[in-house]
């Protein structure tokens, strides 16, 4: 149920297909990220016609508001949202560090002040296991200490320790839930004799990740790696930790330098979504990504075309009959010429806002898609010189 193959590799570039649940996911993918049970702006058909396959949902934001047991109660995340293919659960890590205000942290937990409204909470690796198995995701990540890109060794030391030792109550709370829906299935005859482990896996409709942090310190992302390891296997790994305020060439830096030392299941660099990061990490082995960047710069009238980044307000676009690009078949670029869309954001209409989302999504998936195709030619470095050129030294960049 949770298989990975690799299909083809083009230096360490590499495209295959992640098998969940609810479905299959070729890699390199983008995942559209639906904070709180939705991608803003944008419903789950028009993900669907895009060609979304795996969308990421928060933990943090949906037991805040309404409540895992919400979700539960109207049939889980999937039902919740009217998405039926795999969804991925960030543990809330990132959220609760990202927190303005009150925030507490231990190697218990965190204790935090709700941003809606005002409660003090906690969340332990244990809860965020528990909440992200009751939302129901196809993949959920363990609870991780995150901190900034500038972090020094030692500050970056502590976090990589504490998310180690979360990572192994995460695990053993993951292992005791899984062990627990095993035992209220029923059993075949074929599972005779097999070990409590393998029927675990078997019957278990969610797996757990580990995240990678360390900071921009090789050596404590190598010693990191090594100890997530040697817990057991993992049918995933996040690296998490990186494009959170260090300069990009030090991500690209780590991503090289790790890339020889990563198992070959799928490798997961969180909260990365610009074009060009996206070139640059599959380049270095990455298999999958999200952010919030292709539908915030779309509701801000920024959206991402072949030759760069386009600003849609500016004047030069108000009697313009192109369509935003060409050659994008979403939409947005087969129905509605640049000088409506300026239209609809000078006129703030909120069609705009989804047009420009649903294209920057569309661009994104196209161009995940256009990498597995230069993969398999054994041509992931020509290609990706080539669209470098266009988009990062055009006229429009």
Same mark, same amino acid.
């Given at each position: 149920m949770f298989e990975f193959t690799i299909d083809a590799t083009s230096g360490p570039a590499r495209t295959g297909t992640l098998t969940l649940p609810h479905g299959a996911v070729e890699t390199p993918v983008f995942m559209p990220v639906g904070t709180q049970g939705t991608v803003r702006a944008l419903s789950p058909n028009d993900l669907r016609r895009v060609d979304a396959t795996l969308v990421l949902a928060n933990s943090y934001h949906l037991h805040v508001r309404p409540g895992e047991q919400v979700v539960e109660k109207l049939g889980a995340l999937h039902r919740f949202m009217g998405w039926d293919r795999p969804l991925l659960t960030d543990s809330g890590g990132f959220q609760v560090f990202s927190l303005e205000g009150f925030r507490r942290v231990d190697d218990d937990g965190v204790e935090f002040q709700s941003h809606v409204d005002g409660s003090r909470r906690t969340l332990t690796p244990e809860r965020a296991t528990e909440i992200q198995w009751v939302l129901g995701a196809d993949i959920a990540m363990a609870f991780d200490h995150v901190v900034p890109g500038g972090a020094d060794v030692a500050t970056a030391r502590d976090a990589l320790e504490r998310t180690l030792r979360w990572l192994e109550r995460c695990r053993k709370r993951h292992a005791e839930l899984a062990a627990s829906h095993d035992a209220r299935m029923p059993r075949s005859t074929s599972d005779a004799g097999h070990s409590s482990q393998r029927a675990v896996v078997a019957s278990c409709n969610q797996t757990l990740w580990p995240i990678l942090q360390g900071g921009a310190h090789l050596q404590l992302r190598t010693e990191?790696?090594?100890?997530?390891?040697?817990?057991?296997?993992?049918?995933?790994?996040?690296?998490?930790? &990186?494009?959170?305020?260090? =300069?990009?060439?030090?991500? $690209?830096? #780590?991503?090289?330098? &790790?890339?020889?030392?990563? =198992?070959?299941?799928?490798? $997961?660099? #969180?909260?990365?979504?610009?074009?060009?990061?996206?070139?640059a990490a599959v380049e270095r082995g990455v298999d999958l990504f999200d952010c919030v960047a292709p539908t915030r710069h779309g509701r801000n009238g920024s959206a991402f075309t072949p030759d760069g980044p386009v600003s849609i307000r500016n004047a030069e676009h108000r009697d313009d009959p192109r369509p935003l690009d060409a050659t994008c078949d979403c939409e947005t670029c087969t129905t509605f010429s640049r000088g409506y869309l300026r239209h609809l954001f000078m006129a703030e209409e909120l069609l705009g806002l989804r047009l420009l989302s649903l294209h920057n999504v569309r661009y994104l998936i196209r161009l995940a898609e256009a990498m597995r195709a230069a993969i398999r030619r054994n041509a992931f470095g020509p290609w990706a010189a080539e669209w470098r050129r266009r988009y990062l030294h055009s006229g429009s960049a």
């Amino acid at each position: 149920m949770f298989e990975f193959t690799i299909d083809a590799t083009s230096g360490p570039a590499r495209t295959g297909t992640l098998t969940l649940p609810h479905g299959a996911v070729e890699t390199p993918v983008f995942m559209p990220v639906g904070t709180q049970g939705t991608v803003r702006a944008l419903s789950p058909n028009d993900l669907r016609r895009v060609d979304a396959t795996l969308v990421l949902a928060n933990s943090y934001h949906l037991h805040v508001r309404p409540g895992e047991q919400v979700v539960e109660k109207l049939g889980a995340l999937h039902r919740f949202m009217g998405w039926d293919r795999p969804l991925l659960t960030d543990s809330g890590g990132f959220q609760v560090f990202s927190l303005e205000g009150f925030r507490r942290v231990d190697d218990d937990g965190v204790e935090f002040q709700s941003h809606v409204d005002g409660s003090r909470r906690t969340l332990t690796p244990e809860r965020a296991t528990e909440i992200q198995w009751v939302l129901g995701a196809d993949i959920a990540m363990a609870f991780d200490h995150v901190v900034p890109g500038g972090a020094d060794v030692a500050t970056a030391r502590d976090a990589l320790e504490r998310t180690l030792r979360w990572l192994e109550r995460c695990r053993k709370r993951h292992a005791e839930l899984a062990a627990s829906h095993d035992a209220r299935m029923p059993r075949s005859t074929s599972d005779a004799g097999h070990s409590s482990q393998r029927a675990v896996v078997a019957s278990c409709n969610q797996t757990l990740w580990p995240i990678l942090q360390g900071g921009a310190h090789l050596q404590l992302r190598t010693e990191g790696l090594r100890r997530i390891l040697d817990l057991g296997s993992w049918t995933g790994l996040a690296i998490g930790g &990186l494009s959170v305020g260090e =300069p990009k060439a030090v991500m $690209y830096d #780590m991503l090289e330098r &790790l890339e020889p030392k990563l =198992p070959a299941i799928p490798r $997961y660099l #969180m909260g990365v979504g610009f074009p060009e990061d996206l070139v640059a990490a599959v380049e270095r082995g990455v298999d999958l990504f999200d952010c919030v960047a292709p539908t915030r710069h779309g509701r801000n009238g920024s959206a991402f075309t072949p030759d760069g980044p386009v600003s849609i307000r500016n004047a030069e676009h108000r009697d313009d009959p192109r369509p935003l690009d060409a050659t994008c078949d979403c939409e947005t670029c087969t129905t509605f010429s640049r000088g409506y869309l300026r239209h609809l954001f000078m006129a703030e209409e909120l069609l705009g806002l989804r047009l420009l989302s649903l294209h920057n999504v569309r661009y994104l998936i196209r161009l995940a898609e256009a990498m597995r195709a230069a993969i398999r030619r054994n041509a992931f470095g020509p290609w990706a010189a080539e669209w470098r050129r266009r988009y990062l030294h055009s006229g429009s960049a």
